[in-house]
Nanobody
Framework: QVQLVETGGGAVQPGGSLRLSCTAS????????MGWYRQAPGNQREMVAS??????????NYADSVKARFTISRDKDKNTVFLQMSSLKPEDTAVYYC???????????????????WGQGTQVTVNS
């Protein structure tokens, strides 16, 4: 099994910055992609940013609402993904969830399987 643990949420004033971190641990063979979703009260969960491993290097993807304000990055050696959030707006207020597609080592170690994992979520609140 694999666990995702997020840190870095909190409260900030409009225009401020926060940095979220998410570390994967457990029976990891290889991480295909990691990313962040968010869910505000009464809304559906939406993708914020993702970073995918490819033959040519990491490929980042952003929701239109956060482009030029948020930056996703990854430390492969530490199985950690970061989300640097700047110029935060009240509409960025939500619970942020880490998400990862991970090739996981089966319990007996004889095979691997691809699984999607979610973190427990961290609250980000932007208000004055």
């Amino acid at each position: 099994q694999v666990q995702l643990v997020e840190t870095g949420g909190g409260a900030v004033q409009p225009g401020g910055s926060l940095r979220l971190s998410c570390t994967a641990s457990g029976s990891i063979y290889n991480i295909n992609s990691m990313g962040w979703y968010r869910q505000a009260p009464g809304n559906q969960r939406e993708m914020v940013a993702s970073i995918t491993d490819s033959a040519t290097g990491d490929s980042a993807n952003y929701a239109d609402s956060v482009k030029a304000r948020f930056t996703i990055s990854r430390d492969k050696d530490k199985n950690t993904v970061f989300l640097q959030m700047s110029s935060l707006k009240p509409e960025d207020t939500a619970v942020y969830y880490c998400n990862a597609d991970i090739w996981t080592i089966a319990p007996q170690g004889a095979s691997i399987y691809k699984e999607e994992y979610w973190g427990q979520g961290t609250q980000v609140t932007v208000n004055s």
